[in-house]
């Protein structure tokens, strides 16, 4: 197959995901067993998406998880390493693809609620830049996903869980501090294309980081 019909075949399998078509699933169906693939496969050409037949579940996609019973950024990365726990995702292993890909999965099926009720706003923040502690510098590419809660007095609290990848600073010295918000672009399409499109992703897709980083955080 041709090169460009292979990368018009993994666009297609990504957006007929974000756009909710289970391809040869039965909706929402009980999970699978689940065999140990890693979302680094997506550098090999192939999309890792739970809805792409035969990539991290061998049948059908992951039931969608129970809300956690109090929302704080403790609870919401407990949600995030159980989900990709589930899915036996090696997160030492991802590149930027696969981050991008585990994210966005964890977005779609996993359910993020409190006590009090569903979230304010449930988005996803992606964004790079320098940095630096110390004498130890780097490149550091996140996707995060934000949860914001509002309490009875009205006061508004923002969670935050993700993944960070770090990478050696010098070959994206050109670059300038960048961060989006899946909800400034009109779709998931959209906000995967401005990901996807970016210099700093363009640089790393495929390239394997100087580490990786499970973060979380709150902020009022």
């Known amino acids: 197959m041709a090169p460009k019909a292979v990368d018009a075949r993994k666009r297609f399998n990504r957006m007929a995901a974000f756009a909710g078509v289970a391809r040869s699933y039965k909706a ?16 090999r050409g192939r999309c890792p998406s739970a809805y792409d037949h035969g990539s991290v579940l061998e049948s059908s996609p992951p039931v969608p998880s129970p809300g956690t019973p109090m929302l704080n950024s403790s609870t919401l990365l407990t949600a995030l390493q159980s989900f990709l726990d589930q899915r036996r995702v090696d997160v030492e292993r991802l590149t930027a693809d696969g981050m991008v890909m585990a994210m966005f999965d964890w977005k779609r099926f996993g359910k993020v609620s409190s006590v009090e009720g569903p979230p304010v706003a449930d988005v996803l923040v992606y964004r790079y830049g320098g940095w630096s502690e110390g004498c130890a510098t780097g490149f550091k590419l996140s996707l995060l996903r934000r949860v914001t809660e509002r309490d009875a007095s009205g006061q508004e609290t923002d969670w935050y869980a993700g993944i960070t990848l770090m990478f050696e600073p010098s070959r994206y010295a050109g670059l300038a501090p960048f961060s989006t918000v899946s909800t400034d672009w009109p779709s998931i399409e959209a906000f995967l294309s401005a990901i996807e499109s970016s210099p700093a992703y363009k640089a790393s897709a495929s390239t394997a980081p100087m580490g990786v980083v499970m973060e979380s955080g709150g902020l009022r």
Do not use: L
Not at 28 to 43: H, L, N, W
């Open 28 to 43: 929402m169906a009980p999970p699978t067993k689940a065999r140990p693939v890693s979302y680094s496969q997506a550098s």
